[in-house]
């Protein structure tokens, strides 16, 4: 769940799934759907279907894994995650490596590369310093430091038990640490989402498995494009149905796209083939963010009432 997201986020998402899931076995024979509904509003749902994966293969084992290379064997274990779990759980020595602790190593030992350069630096200090024993406590007062001492702005020097040492601190150079890379501007994708109702439902799809929110449920859209979309990229009835445009457009950012949707209600004059969800049970399907803020360009009342016009 921490992957690219912050305590503050996860904390009530953490604390529902552990009082609904306790052991690793009844999350194993939780479904799928079940582990999204929990997970919506979390973002990243690639997250969730490795957890669904990784706890049923866990569930299987007579050991569980205890090295980084047997940790990142798991689905949505990576680097970080495994060095993280090997350490923290089981003492093994090595140093989870994450931005606030390039941070530090950055600023401890003036340290001029460029992330992501600057990984490979502070590992070969942090190897060394993780042979000192307690690696477990070594990397948590490491994330603590750097996440309440060593601050990206205004670093609590005073407080920090490295300052002696620390090279960036006794040149006063705190704000040169770490040396960023200038981030390549990322592109703006279009689409259209369609919001379409029938007697009290609306019209809801599955995303392809692959993909951008593979699985999630969602309105139909047209693909996600440059600023044209072809004709034949239309939702299957945009020509036969008369559609009502939403005057505000949905912006929402993914890791390497802004994304644009044009939001059109209209009626269906039947039942169409699909996944028609009473608009009453709409809060309990597990929705990607972005679709909700689709869904929530127009209030449920209205849609309620606008779907029982003919
Ligand atoms: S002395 Fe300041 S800059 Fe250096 S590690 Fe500590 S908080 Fe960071």
Not at 174 to 180: D, K, N, T
Not at 226 to 241: V, Y
Request: glycine letters at 8%; proline letters at 7%.
């Amino acid at each position: 769940m921490l992957q690219q997201t912050t305590v503050a986020t996860v904390k009530d998402y953490f604390e529902r799934f552990i009082k609904k899931w306790p052991t690793l076995t009844s999350l194993a024979n939780a479904s799928l759907d079940e582990i999204l509904v929990e997970w919506q509003g979390l973002g990243y749902y690639s997250r969730a279907r490795n957890l669904h994966k990784a706890v049923k293969i866990l569930n299987e084992l007579s050991l569980f894994p205890s090295t980084p290379t047997d940790l990142r064997k798991l689905p949505g274990v990576g680097d970080y995650t495994a060095a993280a779990i090997a350490s923290i759980a089981f003492g093994y020595l090595i140093v989870p490596i994450d931005g606030n602790i390039m941070r530090v190593f950055a600023r401890l030992f003036a340290i001029p590369s460029p992330v992501p350069l600057l990984k490979q630096k502070v590992y070969e200090y942090t190897s060394k310093m993780a042979e000192g024993g307690r690696s477990g406590d070594f990397a948590q007062g490491l994330m603590d430091l750097g996440a309440m001492i060593c601050r990206p702005l205004n670093p609590k020097c005073t407080e920090c038990p490295l300052r002696v040492e620390c090279r960036a601190h006794n040149e006063g150079r705190m704000a040169v640490f770490p040396v960023l890379r200038v981030k390549p501007q990322i592109p703006k994708r279009y689409g259209i989402a369609y919001i379409l109702l029938h007697d009290g439902k609306i019209l809801l799809e599955k995303r392809p498995t692959k993909g951008l929110l593979g699985g999630m449920m969602g309105v139909p859209t047209t693909p996600w494009e440059g600023e044209s979309l072809n004709s034949e990229d239309l939702f299957e009835f945009e020509k036969d149905l008369k559609w009502h445009e939403v005057a505000k457009q949905v912006k929402h950012t993914f890791t390497h796209f802004h994304l644009y949707l044009t939001v059109k209600v209209g009626i269906s004059p039947k039942l169409y083939k699909g996944d028609w969800i009473d608009l009453d049970h709409l809060p309990g399907v597990a929705l990607p963010t972005v679709m909700k803020k689709v869904i929530k360009q127009i209030p449920t009342e209205i849609l309620r009432n606008f779907s029982k016009i003919n």
